[in-house]
């Protein structure tokens, strides 16, 4: 049969071997597979996985083989643990963004540290065949979001991780069980009417559940195509009159994926991934650099911070009504809000974990700094995770103004994080549960990734 653009997705899935995968894609997914874990252990300590957790402990019973982030002892059923973990990655918006804007690992590696527990002793696959799998679901999902130019935007109608997300793992379990071609494209077709998710919940407790039903109901595509169900064959195809995929998107335009020979370029050997300095979305990084840029500026011009001698606190910003939150009154609406990590960056010289607890969050000084803040949207600033920048200007008593600008926050894929800036997150961030011994195993595993016999070791 003619080849179509789902037929050779399914293809490259079922082909591409280790050795299609260069040093710069083993490096950037170390660092991305590292980075998801600790933001995953983390994550672990926060209300809403307590409730994720507790809810998948009773009710659901079955063979708890696979582990949960930051629970020693505690095991789930596979999917499952996948859910649970995948709800601990985005629990606090820390997780890794790429672009097209998306959070990619949240969304596969859950799935893939489950399954690689729930296979047999003489089946687990090795470090070499997890990171393969894990590159799979990063390539599917980056493929995918370059169909449609709408993908390149900040996101108005849905959270693209629960679309994309969906999709990538279940291209990347169904590597990693080592399923055929035909079943490759079912588990795809399948995970198509398991995903979405609408941006209106985002800057709640339900945003988690996206990335945490990604990386699950990937999973069960992929198992259930394993089983032997069937779905439809062009799911990835533009077929007037029938949308499959393009359900998702008004422009859609795809290309087939081409069968890896000798080489194969991943997309992230072009386009790096965004780590996060401090846990809040994406676009509050640039704000943040730009207010703590301005606040150094006024430290010099005054002496010391005083908010006193402020009169109106100007945002520039991009258009994007999520994120344009003026008062925040809950730990979520505080990390999808411009106007408060701004402030709290001016206020406090830093964002970071307690800025986001309930006292900080309703601190008297805050809203007064808040009730100073005017908005403005240039035309020329993008709601575009690669051409967006930030702004903060300070109009004082006095009539000076004082500017902050950031184009490109240190974190950002073309302004990486160094080694040791994202070892010392990992650190951090997995100190909340476990014991420095445990943290250096972990980081010496991931570095060492490819020689690990057993993957399920992790």
Same mark, same amino acid.
């Not at 820390?94 to 729930?118: C, E, K, R, Y």
């Not at 007037?240 to 422009?251: I, L």
């Not at 925040?328 to 607890?357: I, K, M, W, Y």
């Given at each position: 049969?003619?080849?179509?653009?789902?037929?050779?997705?399914?293809?490259?899935?079922?082909?591409?071997?280790?050795?299609?995968?260069?040093?710069?894609?083993?490096?950037?997914?170390?660092?991305? !597979?590292?980075?998801?874990?600790?933001?995953?252990?983390?994550?672990?300590?926060?209300?809403?996985?307590? !409730?994720? /957790?507790?809810?998948? %402990?009773?009710?659901?019973?079955?063979?708890?083989?696979?582990?949960? #982030?930051?629970?020693?002892?505690?095991?789930?059923?596979?999917?499952? &643990?996948?859910?649970?973990?995948?709800?601990? $990655?985005?629990?606090?918006?820390?997780?890794?963004?790429?672009?097209?804007?998306?959070?990619?690992?949240?969304?596969? *590696?859950?799935?893939?540290?489950?399954?690689?527990?729930?296979?047999?002793?003489?089946?687990?696959?090795?470090?070499?065949?997890?990171?393969?799998?894990?590159?799979?679901?990063?390539?599917?999902? =980056?493929?995918?979001?370059?169909?449609?130019?709408?993908?390149?935007?900040?996101?108005?109608?849905?959270?693209?991780?629960?679309?994309?997300?969906?999709?990538?793992?279940?291209?990347?379990?169904?590597?990693?069980?080592?399923?055929?071609?035909?079943?490759? &494209?079912?588990?795809? =077709?399948?995970?198509?009417?398991?995903?979405?998710?609408?941006?209106?919940?985002?800057? $709640?407790?339900?945003?988690?559940?996206? !990335?945490?039903?990604?990386?699950?109901?990937?999973?069960?595509?992929? *198992?259930?195509?394993?089983?032997?169900?069937?779905?439809?064959?062009? !799911?990835?195809? @533009?077929?007037?009159?029938?949308? =499959?995929?393009?359900?998702? #998107?008004?422009?859609?335009?795809?290309?087939?994926?081409?069968?890896?020979?000798?080489?194969?370029?991943?997309?992230?050997?072009?386009? @790096?991934?965004?780590?996060?300095?401090?846990?809040?979305?994406?676009?509050?990084?640039?704000?943040?650099?730009?207010? *703590?840029?301005?606040?150094?500026?006024?430290?010099?011009?005054?002496?010391?911070?005083?908010?006193?001698?402020?009169?109106?606190?100007?945002?520039?910003?991009?258009?994007?009504? #999520?994120? +344009?939150?003026?008062?925040?009154?809950?730990?979520?609406?505080?990390?999808?809000?411009?106007?408060? +990590?701004?402030?709290?960056?001016?206020?406090?010289?830093?964002?970071?974990?307690?800025?986001?607890?309930?006292?900080?969050?309703?601190?008297?000084?805050?809203?007064?700094?808040?009730?100073?803040?005017?908005?403005?949207?240039?035309?020329?600033?993008?709601?575009?995770?690669?051409?967006?920048?930030?702004?903060?200007?300070?109009?004082?008593?006095?009539? @000076?103004?004082?500017?902050?600008?950031?184009?490109?926050?240190?974190?950002?894929? %073309?302004?990486? /994080?160094?080694?040791?800036?994202?070892?010392?997150?990992?650190?951090?961030?997995?100190?909340?549960?476990?014991?420095?011994?445990?943290?250096?195993?972990?980081?010496?595993?991931?570095? +060492?990734?490819? +020689?690990?016999?057993?993957?399920?070791?992790?």
């Amino acid at each position: 049969p003619e080849e179509t653009v789902t037929s050779s997705f399914a293809s490259f899935i079922h082909a591409v071997r280790p050795e299609h995968l260069s040093k710069t894609v083993c490096h950037r997914s170390k660092r991305m !597979i590292l980075d998801s874990i600790g933001v995953g252990l983390v994550g672990s300590t926060t209300h809403v996985f307590d !409730i994720a /957790l507790q809810y998948c %402990r009773e009710l659901y019973s079955s063979v708890a083989v696979s582990s949960v #982030y930051g629970k020693p002892g505690v095991k789930l059923s596979p999917t499952l &643990a996948a859910f649970t973990n995948g709800v601990a $990655t985005h629990s606090m918006d820390f997780d890794d963004t790429w672009h097209p804007a998306t959070h990619p690992s949240g969304a596969v *590696l859950p799935a893939l540290l489950a399954a690689s527990q729930m296979l047999p002793p003489s089946t687990k696959p090795n470090g070499m065949d997890f990171l393969l799998a894990f590159n799979v679901g990063l390539e599917v999902q =980056g493929r995918l979001m370059h169909f449609s130019t709408e993908a390149h935007d900040i996101p108005k109608r849905f959270h693209p991780p629960s679309v994309v997300g969906t999709m990538g793992s279940a291209a990347a379990t169904a590597k990693l069980l080592s399923l055929s071609t035909a079943q490759c &494209a079912h588990a795809l =077709g399948i995970a198509a009417s398991l995903a979405g998710a609408p941006m209106a919940n985002a800057a $709640t407790q339900a945003k988690p559940l996206h !990335i945490g039903n990604a990386t699950r109901l990937g999973f069960e595509a992929a *198992l259930l195509a394993a089983r032997g169900m069937e779905a439809n064959p062009f !799911i990835l195809d @533009d077929i007037p009159g029938c949308s =499959g995929f393009s359900a998702f #998107y008004s422009v859609y335009q795809p290309k087939p994926l081409s069968t890896p020979r000798d080489h194969h370029e991943f997309l992230l050997e072009k386009q @790096d991934i965004a780590f996060k300095r401090f846990p809040a979305h994406l676009g509050m990084h640039w704000v943040v650099d730009a207010a *703590l840029s301005v606040r150094n500026l006024f430290i010099n011009y005054a002496g010391s911070f005083s908010p006193s001698l402020i009169r109106t606190i100007v945002l520039k910003i991009p258009v994007s009504k #999520y994120i +344009n939150r003026p008062f925040p009154s809950s730990e979520h609406q505080a990390r999808h809000s411009f106007q408060f +990590n701004a402030c709290t960056a001016l206020l406090d010289g830093e964002v970071g974990f307690s800025s986001f607890t309930e006292s900080n969050i309703h601190r008297q000084e805050l809203r007064e700094l808040l009730d100073k803040v005017v908005v403005e949207h240039p035309e020329d600033n993008m709601a575009n995770f690669d051409k967006m920048y930030g702004e903060v200007a300070l109009l004082l008593h006095s009539g @000076d103004v004082l500017t902050g600008k950031c184009d490109t926050f240190y974190g950002h894929w %073309r302004k990486p /994080l160094s080694k040791e800036s994202l070892l010392k997150k990992f650190r951090s961030n997995a100190s909340h549960v476990l014991p420095e011994g445990k943290i250096e195993t972990i980081i010496t595993m991931v570095d +060492n990734l490819e +020689n690990l016999s057993d993957s399920s070791q992790l």
